[in-house]
């Protein structure tokens, strides 16, 4: 974990004990190429260090294939089988779209491509999805020009992302949602498999995002940032002292427990500008 995956964490279990609600915890290990055991034990660890301890049992994704399956079949009249590759995605791509977005353009939909080995997108409508996000506001997004038909299951047979946070959500009953605002698109492609599927639809809340002097989003490059790093030299109340001041929460930097902090905690108080947790140390 670096400190980016420890505000989301705090955010959430702030927002959810503040309303009295469950913090629910959920291992990502669908792709059995990136995931390991040691790395959820890991991720454990820290969180019970830090005082962010979770309710109910972990949900493992890589134990829920079979649900995965079921819901899958409710969506047979709108997905399709697609053999395409990346590359040619890319090549396919209009020249105005140079943010790094890669919108899929339709190419294998009317194909009725009978193959053993693709890749299953969910066909999308051209209209908007719109939410209302707590941070960010109103959100309106075109799912056909921002990514086009997405991936529910990859050609290897893994379940993407998409599709299993939301069957994974509806029957965790979560019904609010926090993480950075690098998802907001992704929240556009999950209310509409919400809708598909008749569930309840969840409220939004994306965070800024931490970013390092350079104005460049915190990931595993900035090693001072690592949990692993910090740990060797703050307690756990200093870091919850940190973020609760980068993002406003505290006017001053001080220790502080999850529990401690829950009396300040108020969404009001974060703005959408991302954050820099440098200043902070200083």
């Known amino acids: 974990m670096h400190l980016g995956n420890v505000l989301a964490a705090l955010l959430s279990w702030l927002s959810a004990k503040q309303q009295g609600g469950l913090w629910r915890l959920r291992i990502e290990d669908l792709d059995p190429q ?8 890991g991720l454990m660890r820290d969180l019970e260090w830090l005082g962010l301890t979770w309710d109910d049992n972990v949900v493992w994704q890589s134990e829920r294939t079979e ?4 819901y899958l079949e409710q969506l047979r009249d709108k997905v399709y089988p697609c053999t395409c590759t990346r590359n040619e995605i890319l090549a396919a791509q209009a020249p105005h779209e140079s943010d790094g977005r890669i919108v899929y353009p339709g190419t294998c939909r009317n194909k009725n491509l009978q193959v053993s080995k693709a890749a299953i997108r969910l066909i999308v409508p051209d209209e908007l999805i719109e939410y209302e996000d707590r941070v960010y506001g109103r959100q309106s997004v075109n799912l056909a020009t921002h990514c086009g038909d997405f991936i529910v299951r990859r050609s ?10 939301v ?8 019904t609010e ?3 950075g605002r690098d998802l907001l698109l992704s929240a556009a492609q999950q209310l509409y498999l919400y809708r598909l599927l008749g569930f309840p639809e969840p409220q939004f809340c994306h ?10 989003r915190l990931c595993k490059r900035d090693h001072a940032l690592a949990l692993s790093a910090m740990r060797q030299h703050m ?11 980068t993002m406003g929460l505290t006017p001053t930097r001080e220790s502080l427990t999850p529990e401690q902090l829950l009396p300040l905690f108020n969404w009001s108080k974060i703005s959408p500008e991302d954050k820099c947790p440098y200043e902070s140390l200083r």
């Open 67 to 70: 649900i995965y399956e079921q």
């Open 207 to 216: 965070h800024p995002l931490l970013i390092n002097e350079a104005g460049q």
């Open 34 to 41: 990136r995931s390991r055991r040691e790395y959820a034990d």
């Open 235 to 245: 307690t756990a109340p200093e870091i919850i002292g940190l973020l609760a001041r």
């Open 167 to 174: 069957v994974d959500d509806a029957e965790m009953g979560v």
């Open 156 to 165: 290897d047979g893994v379940f993407a992302y998409q599709l299993a946070v």
């Open 177 to 179: 949602i926090v993480r």
